[in-house]
């Protein structure tokens, strides 16, 4: 076989066999396929699509890359959430122990930020000593006495995807449907949980821009995790603007636990608990509404915030910060974004305030780069608000007040102000099972 032949085949519209994917995805795992070829499969992907057919088996053949958790020995039902990516997504934070209060295990693998998305492992270490790295004994044994553990995917898991995803991101390939579900969901399956709920996003900061493309992508990813056994669900949510207020990471963190207090915002609030409800109820506690409601007792009672604080301690994380949040060490500067004209907020570019926070150095713009956990941008007004000129919409904390500029005039730009106020848009566009 050579993968000049299956680079044509694909570039040609035609469909690739379950041998030529595997070969493929081989060929990446042991370094034989070169990046300028991988690269041009995944363009060929990019313009050509792939059938169902073929992304499930390029799914399984990305889960059996690498190494897989050895779920047996988690006792009780696992069940995970994933997102397709957002910006100020903090809802892992959130909802984790929420499910974990109730008696579900979480046992989370989760990423780094992707371009102008955060990733949660990059959120938790901006929690002082949180270890993201377990050895999976560690890891299994912290699911199985507090319910809950969160770490980052280890090098062993699904290494064809790491490869594919670094080469992805800098040849413009990201926002590909078979490429992104065979992705996500080739790592999902090597995790291995019972139960999985996706969080489809949608929107301008998102990787799917419409709700359409946002469901087919949803469908898709449903009916790869049932094909391998999996209890899946997938909720279709509104990323035309950041969830919360917070964008970047330990901003982001005392966000999720202002939340966790019932405090939160109420867009965060309602799809993190919309999400648990989901989840826990895939893994058999309830309908849908009982679960939610159970969700939401969680937070009222403090059991919510009290597993999170368990699962920081246990890996090493000053808990001390989850209870007093306003300890977290601070940017050295901030800057206020005035409104240039009295109005609606309209419409917010929500891509363009994840790259706006992104350049303050809450984010990376090569994979080497270091994150400064303190940077990020709190929204004063976000969409359909009302602003006057000169009032504050946001403000951004950077410990390089060089970096403000550029971030201003980003978010600005991606900001439309209007005299009319937008349509309401829903936080849940829809439910795929
Ligand atoms: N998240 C992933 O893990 N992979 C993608 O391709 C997109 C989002």
Do not use: W
């Amino acid at each position: 076989m050579r993968m000049y032949d299956i680079i044509k085949k694909k570039r040609d519209g035609e469909e690739l066999s379950t041998e030529e994917i595997d070969f493929f995805v081989h060929g990446v795992t042991d370094g034989s396929i070169p990046d300028y070829q991988i690269s041009a499969l995944c363009m060929a992907i990019y313009f050509q699509g792939m059938t169902v057919r073929e992304t499930c088996d390029f799914t399984y053949a990305v889960r059996d890359s690498g190494e897989k958790l050895d779920a047996s020995k988690i006792q009780g039902i696992r069940v995970d959430k994933h997102s397709t990516g957002g910006v100020g997504d903090k809802t892992s934070l959130v909802v984790a122990p929420i499910v974990a209060a109730l008696g579900i295990k979480v046992a989370k693998m989760s990423g780094r930020g992707l371009g102008h998305t955060g990733g949660t492992v990059d959120k938790l270490e901006a929690i002082k000593g949180f270890e993201t790295t377990l050895c999976d004994e560690k890891f299994v044994a912290q699911v199985n006495s507090i319910g809950l553990a969160i770490v980052g995917q280890s090098k062993q898991f699904a290494p064809a995807d790491k490869k594919l995803y670094a080469l992805r991101d800098v040849t413009a390939t990201v926002d590909s449907m078979p490429l992104i579900a065979a992705s996500i969901m080739g790592k999902k399956l090597a995790a291995d949980d019972d139960c999985i709920v996706l969080d489809v996003k949608t929107g301008s900061g998102s990787f799917m821009k419409t709700v359409e493309k946002s469901k087919e992508l949803a469908r898709l990813m449903v009916d790869i995790g049932k094909n391998a056994g999996k209890k899946m669900t997938a909720l279709i949510t509104n990323m035309d603007r950041p969830l919360g207020r917070a964008i970047g990471n330990s901003l982001e963190v005392i966000e999720a636990v202002e939340t966790l207090n019932g405090r939160g915002p109420e867009d965060l609030t309602d799809v993190s608990l919309t999400l648990a409800g989901h989840m826990l109820s895939l893994a058999g506690k309830g309908t849908v509404e009982e679960c939610i409601a159970m969700a939401r007792e969680t937070i009222q009672s403090g059991a919510a915030l009290q597993k999170f604080v368990e699962t920081v301690r246990a890996q090493g994380g000053d808990a001390s910060l989850i209870e007093h949040p306003e300890t977290f060490e601070k940017a050295k500067y901030s800057y206020a974004v005035t409104a240039p004209r009295s109005g609606y907020i309209a419409s917010a570019d929500t891509e363009s305030y994840g790259v706006a926070s992104l350049l303050l150095g809450a984010g990376r713009n090569t994979a080497e780069d270091e994150i400064d956990y303190a940077a990020g941008i709190l929204l004063t007004k976000k969409t359909g608000d009302y602003v006057q000129k000169g009032e504050e919409i946001a403000t951004l904390f950077a410990n390089d007040e060089s970096l403000f500029a550029a971030s201003a005039e980003k978010l600005l730009a991606a900001t439309e102000i209007s005299v009319e106020p937008p349509q309401d848009e829903p936080l849940i566009y829809g439910i795929v099972k």
